[in-house]
């Protein structure tokens, strides 16, 4: 059944979707109600299967991880092939998510791998292994990722935007920090006092150690997990091949990108296609006007593109340890 949004859900949503660990009061107090109308609103939420994680985005490169690669599939399979490789995909540590796709392939993932090598040795043997039933495939290395806002909930405060691209050194962390992670990764909302608790140390040493993953860059910012079949949203990729990157293309388009209400997701990468383009939308017309406003604006810049739509994603992890 389609959950149905009023103002103040899509207000609380979109604070929520990059400002998870803001109290509950302060949230509250910008979406104008009561702080137990605002818990009242995200529990119903959550139980409704709506909100189905609160994802923390981790600095990658700086828990030693460099390689972050979309991978779409063309399958030649059953249904039953292509529900236990995607339980493959499910338990598989450098696996984020997973997703059905509906156009030229049937299966896609994102991963995160150590380097180019690690990658490179694990995806041969992937596709060795399914070679009776992987007819082709396409692989996007990314170099940069921007995340924006959820402009089409209409909410007019600027909220946080973050990137991927940044590069850091290997930072070691202890056990206790790892573990602090972990406990991120499976809530971005989980309770200092319940961090404590999981880790056998104090409130204040859990504090003390989360704002130093936060200000080592550690930790860069969140996510809301959606279930988009409930809410009726969907998520459609443009995939472009642009005829030159330089930085002037890339910041044009990154500010196209960031005023566009409907764009949610910016990347550029290497392979057949160098550059793409997440779009968030309820109605097939807004996807339709949105790709053709962005071809039309940006025609002499690329050569080729497709879309890609997603649904039915699986289980979505963002830590790779």
Known sequence: MEFKFDKID?????????????????IAKACRISRDQAEYRLKKLE?????????TIFNYSALGFEEFVIVWLRLN???????????????NKNILTYFDIVGNYNLGFDCIYKNKHEFQR?????LSKHKNIIKSHSTFITTSFNFFPLKEFDITQTEKEFSLEEKNEKIKLGEKDIRILKELEKNGRAKIID?????????ELALYRLKNLYKNKIVLGSRIIF?????????????LNLRHINEKIKQEILNYCKQHKFI?????????????VQFFFSQEIQFRNSIKEFLEKFNNE???SDIILIENEGEIKTLPL
């Open 302 to 304: 690329i050569n080729y």
């Open 227 to 239: 279930d988009m079949e409930k809410m009726n949203y969907f998520f459609g990729n443009l995939r």
């Open 10 to 26: 899509k207000k609380l949503i979109s604070r929520l979707y990059h400002n998870y660990r803001e109290p509950l009061t302060e």
């Open 195 to 203: 961090i404590a608790k999981s880790l056998n140390i104090s409130a």
């Open 47 to 55: 139980s409704s299967g709506i909100l189905k994680k609160f994802a």
């Open 122 to 126: 694990e995806f041969g043997e992937f």
């Open 77 to 91: 399979c059953t249904k039953e092939q292509k529900l236990q490789l995607r339980e493959e995909l499910r338990k």
């Open 264 to 276: 949610n997701v910016l990347s550029f990468g290497i392979g057949e296609y160098n550059c793409l």
